[in-house]
């Protein structure tokens, strides 16, 4: 996977994710075609473009689009599949996953992310792994925020 | 301290955090740029805040405002601070920061090398696993090879999370830095049996990707995959696996035969388990917020797309191994053409290409052309109309049954809106007018309506792309008018005032064909008793031409100023009732044929020639430099004779000659400045590497063979007689080259100028000189040329005994005495006839004419001398017409005007009143015997003087500057062979006697030092001849060096004669 952008259905970039190394500038110039490209498509159409010389992937949950450019040998549908996936483990992770979830703890969303994709491949696939890694590693920065509290009171 | 951190908790709670700014963001949706720039100045300060709590919190907001599309690489320094911080807390959102912000280019990753690896090495598996998960978004090459070893022992880490990140973070480093594959690799394949699948999946999903990039070295591993793929129930590793095999299979053909038990098995597994209901029961499950079911319904919609589209998919790829079962779901595939989404119909386009079939060809493009009128946006329709043509035009319109079908089609193409592939109608109108005679005639009645009504293709400027298609309608109906109803209407419709709106090129068709038109319409006419009709028209051309001779075009304004011009005088004729139709139509006939663009591999190969053998032996690299070039002309014995050089072979000759040109070919800047020389002799600038150049680009063209010219001449012939036969049964050549230079046609019958393939101008190269086997053919084929030179050395032999004789009674003027070298580069034939004197010695009578002459190699041409006669008439009578004339022989001949025999003289541009001389210069090839035949009209005798022309060595010799580090380069290049003379008793002032070489020899000096000077010259045929020239009192020693041996010692000898004499 070359990239995952996450986008509202107003254009507005909600999280972003590069696997490939590339200038902010052209970050941007991607970002801005391929939004006005997937939003420009009609909700009966296919989830896959091709679009430059990648395969792009995308699936609207409810107001979020969730878009992922792949090359040309991966596989379409299990692109597909790692971006429900995610959106599971966002659903998991916040109970009843919305837009504002996202937007309040993007860092979070990115936590999850990076737990279930590493460079651009699946990393894991049990759900419950990637929960667990997080709900430690939450831990581990609660603990530390609740010493300082201590601290505090002491 | 428990102080301070309760005044940086106070200082936390006022200050914003990552919410308060959202939420700020939208609150603010008016002036958002100006919330956020003075949030930028907040984070601004805050980042310059000891507490790296603050700090963090800072980094946070700025990530978020990054993604906003702010930039924000002014604070790398402070991310990295923050990733540098022992909490997890910030670490983590320093990372994260760092994984979205950072890129190659960002200088501040230099300085995070230690810390990633402090934290790699972290006891809290934490700690390494954001380390890991930020590493893989940013790694470059300089952290790849740094880290690659740490991360490489994080691979057998206790932790099956840290092994798994590790193991997948290695596919970044592998394509950073390649060189840590080898030795990580064993450890990755340990990791395909790891006990946690996790880590398995990701070992599966690295050799995955890398087996995609270089297949083959992944064969070895195939077993161990088919083992993996026959246990594993993960669906995410099957998938990777299977794409694995598709790389591997194309190398190793009995793994596609062993996978497809495996395979099915997992297919129907899956069919009955899974994917059937996976998708739409996971999607299902989403939570939608109140919309759930409709949500669903698109969902479910859209999965029946994505099946459709990927069913698309897998048919292209069925097509091209069985076609024949695609071809029964065209129904279906046209029906895709009606879906809305464009991805589904451009692929169903690709699937229709591959479908078509001579039945249902018409069918298919039939519904095509109905969806060319309703398709919305131009892309689209652009791209159907290329596809209609493609479709049609495949293998040479293998399923086009009925052309007059597509005639027709491609006009009511030409309709559409703001096409931009009007040249690729036009093309195709143009192959098929010309290829297929038969449709001629409706073609041209089509194209004169779409002449005809011009206007609706021209009326919109914007669209620039169909009026090409006028280009062809012109052309084609001026190249076929014969076929016209009412060539007069036509003529008048090409000759409207709006075609000056057209593209330039278009004009110059029009203007063109207007007078092809032109031509029939008057022959039409000239039938008729009625003349004033064929003089109505040439007064229309005359009218309307004077349009077109003021356009801006420059190809336009020629071909009508040239065309008006004819059509004046034309008119001027007819005035005088003189039959001129017949004349006019002259000009345009003879039919036009298309040349298939892969006719040159039609001519066979000469036998005995390998187009793919090396000419010469490929060089070696290790050719050793063992010669010490200065050392030659440093050795003073004359007579010293060098074995080493003479024992190197022809063929290690040929090796270095061809490592040199090589190196000087690839060496733009051949000369290079070399220390010892800085002396720039020359004035004009790199002429003299112009030959060296020259020499490799001539060779090729003098390949075939002469005795092989006319076989080729016949076998093209052949072809293009069997090609006009083909033709006529069935179109079978796709032409390309739309023909050019109309202006060269000739009544030459059906055989026309444009049918001269490019192989032609080899043949003609061969013809001019045929006398004169090129340099390569003679190392091609040396047994023919020993048997050339053998007679001619042995005729000439005969010969030289009979001529010696006559030579004491002749009486010479000559000046110098020249002997012939042979110089065409095979040294055995100069061996023969280096040295003999060829030319007739004949008796001149005393008062008769004197010549002197001079002979030089043609600068131009390398097969060619030039000699300057000089004709002085010593009689007392006037000589009022000479001729002079060689007998030609096999290896020389005049060079006399085209269509002369080869017997005639020439004739010699002057007269010549007694006393007086003048000059004379012929090109002669090779040429050996000169006769001049000066004919004294006066006294109406005829008389006839034979002399003879002494053709030596040095006549050959161009003389050719020469740099002095250009100079050294060629001693040093080792493939010259030396030798050296020795003069006694020579008195003339050391400037004198270069003065005396150069003239005599055709030398030039490249330097001299005291009483020591190199000098450089080379043959018409590129030998290089080097000369040393030192005087020491009276005696002169002469080093040359020369690449051919015989030349080298014939031209010594002249030398040692020149100076002999004085």
Same mark, same amino acid.
């Given at each position: ?154 | ?720 007689? /069997?090609?006009?036969?083909?033709? #006529? +049964? !069935?179109?079978? *050549? $796709?032409? &390309? =080259? ?5 202006? %060269? ?45 053998? /007679?001619?050395?042995?005729?000439? #032999? +005969? !010969?030289?005994? *009979? $001529?010696? &004789? =006559? ?5 010479? %003027? ?59 008439? &010593? ?188």
């Amino acid at each position: 996977m070359q990239f995952m952008l996450l986008f509202s259905r107003q254009g507005k970039l909600r999280l972003q994710k590069w696997y490939v190394p590339l200038s902010d500038k052209e970050k941007k110039k991607i970002t801005r075609e391929l939004v006005q490209t997937v939003l420009a498509r009609k909700p009966k159409m296919c989830s896959f473009l091709e679009w430059r010389d990648l395969k792009v992937v995308y699936k609207r949950y409810a107001s979020l689009y969730f878009c992922c450019a792949i090359e040309d040998q991966d596989n379409e549908l299990i692109t597909l599949e790692i971006i429900h996936r995610y959106v599971e483990l966002l659903d998991k992770y916040f109970g009843s996953v919305c837009e504002l979830d996202i937007i309040f703890n993007f860092e979070k969303a990115y936590f999850i992310l990076d737990e279930f994709l590493l460079g651009g491949e699946a990393q894991e696939t049990s759900k419950k792994n990637v929960l667990k890694a997080i709900e430690q590693a939450d831990l581990l920065q609660e603990t530390k925020e609740q010493k300082v509290k201590l601290s505090i009171l002491h | 301290m428990a102080l301070k951190i309760v005044k940086g908790s106070i200082d936390r709670m006022f200050d914003k955090n990552l919410q308060d700014l959202v939420r700020g963001i939208r609150n603010h949706k008016e002036d958002e740029a100006k919330y956020i720039s003075t949030c930028i100045d907040e984070i601004k300060q805050e980042l310059k805040q000891d507490n790296i709590a603050v700090k963090a919190n800072a980094v946070c907001k700025l990530t978020y405002l990054q993604m906003l599309g702010y930039d924000v690489s002014w604070a790398a320094f402070n991310i990295v601070e923050v990733m540098s911080s022992s909490k997890f807390t910030y670490k983590r959102i320093g990372y994260l920061a760092a994984s979205q912000c950072f890129h190659e280019s960002t200088d501040v990753i230099m300085l995070t090398t230690n810390q990633i690896r402090k934290d790699l090495s972290s006891p809290n598996q934490y700690d390494t696993g954001v380390a890991l998960t930020g590493l893989s978004c940013f790694v470059t090459p300089d952290l790849a090879r740094d880290l690659a070893n740490d991360i490489m022992t994080l691979m057998s880490h206790t932790k099956p999370y840290i092994r798994k990140k590790a193991v997948l973070i290695m596919y970044k480093v592998f394509l950073k830095y390649p060189e840590s594959l080898r030795p990580a690799f064993p450890r990755l394949k340990e990791k395909l049996e790891d006990p946690d699948p996790g880590v398995q999946s990701a070992a599966v999903n690295v050799i995955c990707e890398l087996a995609r990039r270089n297949p083959k070295n992944y064969l070895s591993l195939a077993p161990l995959f088919f083992k993996l793929m026959t246990s594993s129930t993960n669906n995410w590793v099957l998938i990777k696996i299977i794409k694995l095999f598709g790389a591997l299979t194309p190398l190793e053909p009995r793994l596609g035969k062993k996978l497809i038990e495996p395979l099915t098995n997992l297919i129907h597994r899956i069919m009955s388990a899974d994917r059937s209901v996976y998708i739409p029961f996971l999607v299902a499950r989403v939570r939608t917020k109140g919309e759930s079911m409709s949500v669903l319904k698109y969902v479910k919609a859209m999965f029946v797309f994505v099946v459709k589209y990927l069913g698309l998919l897998a048919m292209s790829k069925i097509l091209k191994t069985h076609p024949k079962s695609v071809q029964s779901h065209k129904d279906l595939i046209l029906q895709c053409l009606d879906d809305k989404d464009e991805s589904i119909r451009l692929r169903a386009l690709d699937l229709l290409y591959g479908m078509v079939s001579k039945k249902n060809l018409m069918e298919i493009v039939k519904k095509l052309m109905l969806h060319v009128d309703k398709a919305e946006g131009t892309t689209y329709r652009d791209e159907l109309l290329t596809k209609i043509i493609d479709i049609c035009s495949q293998s040479n319109y293998q399923y086009i049954t009925n052309f007059e079908w597509y005639i027709s089609i491609l006009v009511e193409l030409t309709r559409l809106e703001g096409t931009r592939h009007g040249h690729l109608i036009a093309s195709q109108m143009l192959d098929v007018a010309i290829r297929v005679k038969a449709i001629r005639v409706f073609a041209v009645a089509q194209m004169a309506t779409l002449l005809d009504n011009a206007h609706l293709l021209t009326g919109n400027v914007q669209r620039k792309g169909i009026c090409e298609v006028l280009y062809a309608a012109a052309w084609i109906c001026g190249e076929f008018s014969e076929h016209l109803d009412n060539p007069t209407q036509t003529l008048e419709a090409m000759l409207r005032p709006k075609v000056a709106t057209l593209p330039g090129h278009i004009q110059a068709v029009y203007v063109q064909n207007a007078a092809k038109l032109f031509a029939t319409v008057l022959k039409s006419q000239e039938g008729n008793t009625d003349s004033t009709a064929a003089q109505e028209t040439s007064q229309l051309m005359i009218d309307r031409l004077p349009l077109f001779v003021q356009s801006a075009n420059l190809e336009v304004q020629e071909r009508a100023s040239c065309i008006l011009q004819l059509v004046k005088y034309i008119q001027k004729l007819q005035q005088k009732d003189v039959e001129i139709a017949e004349e006019v139509i002259a000009l345009f006939a003879g039919e036009l044929n298309p040349v298939a663009p892969k006719a040159q591999k039609k001519v066979p190969v000469p036998e005995g020639l390998d187009l793919d053998a090396w000419i010469n032996e490929p060089p070696s690299e290790s050719e050793s430099e063992d010669e010490q070039p200065r050392a030659i002309f440093a050795k003073e014995e004359p007579k010293h004779s060098r074995p080493r050089h003479t024992e190197v072979d022809e063929k290690e000759l040929a090796k270095r000659r061809e490592a040199r040109k090589q190196e000087q070919a690839n060496n733009p800047f051949y000369i290079k400045s070399s220390p010892s020389s800085q002396k720039v002799y020359q004035e004009a600038p790199g002429v003299e590497h112009i030959p060296v150049v020259q020499i490799d680009l001539s060779v090729p063209l003098k390949v075939p063979g002469l005795p092989m010219s006319d076989q080729y001449v016949k076998l093209e012939e052949e072809r293009r007689q /069997k090609d006009r036969a083909d033709k #006529k +049964k !069935k179109e079978k *050549k $796709k032409r &390309k =080259e739309k023909r050019s230079g109309r202006g %060269k046609r000739h009544d030459s019958g059906p055989e026309s100028e444009e049918d001269i393939t490019p192989a032609h101008m080899v043949d003609i190269v061969t013809e001019e000189m045929p006398e004169v086997p090129s340099r390569i053919s003679n190392t091609i084929s040396p047994s023919t040329l020993w048997v050339f030179d053998d /007679k001619k050395s042995s005729k000439h #032999k +005969k !010969k030289k005994q *009979k $001529k010696e &004789k =006559e030579e004491k009674e002749k009486k010479k %003027k000559k000046k110098h005495h020249h002997h012939h070298h042979h110089s065409d580069g095979g040294g055995e034939e100069s061996v023969q006839n280096g040295t003999v004197e060829e030319e007739e010695p004949l008796p001149v009578s005393r008062d008769g004419p004197d010549q002197v002459n001079d002979i030089q190699g043609n600068l131009q041409d390398g097969s060619q001398v030039v000699v300057s006669v000089i004709f002085e008439n &010593k009689c007392d009578s006037f000589l009022k017409s000479m001729e002079f004339n060689v007998l030609d022989s096999l290896n020389s001949k005049l060079q006399r005007p085209e269509g002369s025999g080869p017997h005639d003289g020439l004739t010699v541009p002057f007269q010549l009143p007694p006393g007086q001389s003048n000059v004379c210069l012929f090109v002669i090839h090779y040429l050996l015997f000169v006769v001049v035949f000066p004919q004294n009209e006066d006294s109406s005798t005829h008389e006839k003087l034979d002399f003879k022309l002494h053709f030596t060595c040095t006549s050959y010799l161009i003389s050719t500057p020469c740099y002095s580090d250009a100079f050294a380069k060629l001693l040093e290049s080792g493939d010259l062979k030396c030798s050296s003379v020795k003069l006694e008793g020579v008195v003339m002032p050391f400037h004198h006697l270069l003065a005396r070489i150069c003239f005599r020899h055709h030398f030039s000096v490249v330097e001299r030092i005291d009483s020591c000077a190199s000098m450089y010259s080379r043959s018409i045929q590129d030998h290089h001849v080097c000369l040393l020239v030192k005087t020491s009192g009276q005696t002169v020693s002469i080093d040359a060096k020369c690449d051919e041996p015989t030349l080298l010692g014939n031209v010594l000898d002249e030398i040692k004669q020149t100076f002999s004499q004085c």
